[in-house]
């Protein structure tokens, strides 16, 4: 199949690395399901179920069989409830996730020192150069596979390639337990019929915006020039204009873990509902662990501040073993403690922070002293 001729004047490729992108499959629910072979088979979905809840909350993840209700993360699990009313439900159970992320690490480990962790389950290696002196870097991605079904019993997917952007887009090509390799000579054919929606970083909105511009996959994408896509997009337009070419320089930063800041935010119209907390706790989520990734710092004690529309302000804390790792883990502690909370006031601010700091550089080996994490409460009363 032809896709048309290549500029002359396009930016030049680094190909020289070879990068892998290692994503589990369903992980949480996976887990959960290899602690507990009956739930083989059944719908699985990993979250507090509605009905002790009074309603709240939403999913971590489902397994594939829940998958195919419709069931996503970030739904709320009474929506989950109602598309999959036999259901298991089951609360996250971070403890154990860490530590088979752990494990999973140290499989990483034998092949590289080049590790850049983006969450529990999914991680990038550069594998240019490797401690078992392996050319191929699809042999690799082979045997960490194997390594990770045997030792865990789980079962991840794997995406090769020269660069990071590619090789994550690799690994959601063929899940579960699936393995796509991106080569120099096929990264444009491969770039150029993939939907728009799938290019990592266009949200919803940008997609309507795209669809407007009559971009519908990246051929269409690559057919833009520089400009027109700033003009329109502003910083995200020029790296979409590097990528849809197969360009993404950025390298793979060896494995740092952070630690931690408070964001807060006033809301001028009250929350009232609980799609409108959901969706504040996950975007202040989401800032408070770009700070701690660029102070890079770390800790271990999540704090929720709630002020209500009386000004009646509360505080609310757990602490951990082992320090929170990213922006999906804290967001769903800080909705585990809004949740126990369940008062039906409007909101007027919300406020997470990270406390307990450490560097990161400083970081220690963690031991498995506590089989569980401890909660505590603090109650306090302010006005403004």
């Given at each position: 199949?032809?896709?048309g001729?290549?500029?002359?004047?396009?930016?030049?490729?680094?190909?020289?690395?070879?990068?892998?992108?290692?994503?589990?499959?369903?992980?949480?629910?996976?887990?959960?399901?290899?602690?507990?072979p009956?739930?083989?088979?059944?719908?699985?979905?990993?979250?507090?179920?509605?009905?002790?809840?009074?309603?709240?909350?939403?999913?971590?993840?489902a397994?594939?069989?829940a998958?195919?209700?419709?069931?996503?993360?970030?739904?709320?699990?009474?929506?989950?409830?109602?598309?999959?009313?036999?259901?298991?439900?089951?609360?996250?159970?971070?403890?154990?996730?860490?530590?088979?992320?752990?494990?999973?690490?140290?499989?990483?480990?034998r092949?590289?020192?080049?590790?850049?962790?983006?969450?529990?389950?999914?991680?990038?290696?550069?594998?240019?150069?490797?401690?078992?002196n392996?050319?191929s870097?699809?042999?690799?991605?082979?045997?960490?596979?194997?390594?990770?079904?045997?030792e865990?019993?789980?079962?991840?997917?794997?995406g090769?390639?020269?660069?990071?952007?590619?090789?994550?887009?690799?690994?959601?090509?063929?899940?579960?337990?699936?393995?796509?390799?991106?080569?120099?000579?096929?990264?444009?054919?491969?770039?150029?019929?993939?939907?728009?929606?799938?290019?990592?970083?266009?949200?919803?909105?940008?997609?309507?915006?795209m669809?407007?511009?009559?971009?519908?996959?990246?051929?269409?994408?690559?057919?833009?020039?520089?400009?027109?896509l700033?003009?329109?997009?502003?910083?995200?337009?020029?790296?979409?204009?590097?990528?849809?070419?197969?360009?993404?320089?950025?390298?793979?930063?060896?494995?740092?873990?952070?630690?931690?800041?408070?964001?807060?935010?006033?809301?001028?119209?009250?929350?009232?509902?609980?799609?409108?907390?959901?969706?504040?706790?996950?975007?202040?989520?989401?800032?408070?662990?770009?700070?701690?990734?660029r102070?890079?710092?770390?800790?271990?004690?999540?704090?929720?501040?709630?002020?209500?529309?009386?000004?009646?302000?509360?505080?609310?804390?757990k602490?951990?073993?082992?320090?929170?790792?990213?922006?999906?883990?804290?967001?769903?502690?800080?909705?585990?403690?809004?949740?126990?909370?369940?008062?039906?006031?409007?909101?007027?601010?919300?406020?997470?922070?990270?406390?307990?700091?450490?560097?990161?550089?400083?970081?220690?080996?963690?031991?498995?002293?506590?089989?569980?994490?401890?909660?505590?409460?603090?109650?306090?009363?302010?006005?403004?």
């Amino acid at each position: 199949m032809k896709y048309g001729i290549l500029r002359f004047d396009e930016p030049k490729r680094d190909t020289s690395r070879k990068v892998i992108h290692i994503d589990m499959d369903a992980f949480y629910a996976s887990v959960e399901m290899r602690e507990n072979p009956s739930l083989k088979g059944k719908p699985v979905i990993i979250a507090r179920h509605p009905k002790e809840t009074g309603g709240k909350g939403v999913v971590a993840t489902a397994n594939y069989e829940a998958r195919t209700y419709g069931i996503h993360s970030a739904m709320s699990a009474q929506k989950a409830f109602e598309l999959c009313p036999q259901g298991v439900f089951i609360p996250a159970n971070f403890t154990l996730y860490r530590e088979v992320s752990e494990h999973m690490h140290r499989i990483f480990k034998r092949y590289t020192d080049r590790i850049q962790p983006l969450s529990l389950d999914e991680a990038y290696l550069d594998v240019t150069e490797n401690f078992i002196n392996q050319k191929s870097a699809t042999i690799i991605a082979r045997q960490i596979q194997e390594d990770i079904n045997r030792e865990l019993n789980l079962t991840c997917s794997a995406g090769v390639s020269y660069n990071k952007f590619l090789a994550k887009l690799a690994s959601d090509y063929k899940k579960p337990n699936g393995i796509t390799v991106i080569p120099p000579d096929k990264a444009q054919e491969f770039l150029w019929e993939m939907p728009i929606e799938a290019f990592h970083g266009v949200g919803e909105k940008s997609v309507e915006k795209m669809h407007g511009m009559a971009i519908f996959n990246g051929r269409d994408l690559y057919e833009k020039d520089e400009l027109t896509l700033v003009q329109a997009f502003g910083k995200m337009g020029h790296s979409l204009y590097q990528k849809v070419r197969g360009i993404d320089d950025s390298e793979v930063k060896n494995d740092r873990e952070p630690k931690s800041v408070g964001k807060e935010t006033t809301f001028s119209e009250h929350l009232t509902t609980e799609n409108e907390v959901v969706q504040s706790l996950r975007s202040l989520a989401q800032k408070v662990m770009i700070n701690l990734k660029r102070k890079q710092k770390h800790g271990k004690i999540v704090v929720l501040k709630i002020r209500y529309e009386d000004f009646e302000t509360y505080t609310r804390r757990k602490s951990f073993p082992d320090y929170i790792r990213d922006e999906e883990e804290l967001f769903q502690v800080a909705l585990s403690i809004w949740e126990e909370e369940n008062d039906s006031r409007g909101i007027r601010l919300l406020g997470i922070t990270v406390t307990g700091l450490e560097s990161v550089i400083y970081e220690t080996i963690p031991l498995p002293l506590w089989k569980e994490s401890y909660s505590e409460r603090n109650k306090s009363k302010h006005e403004d």
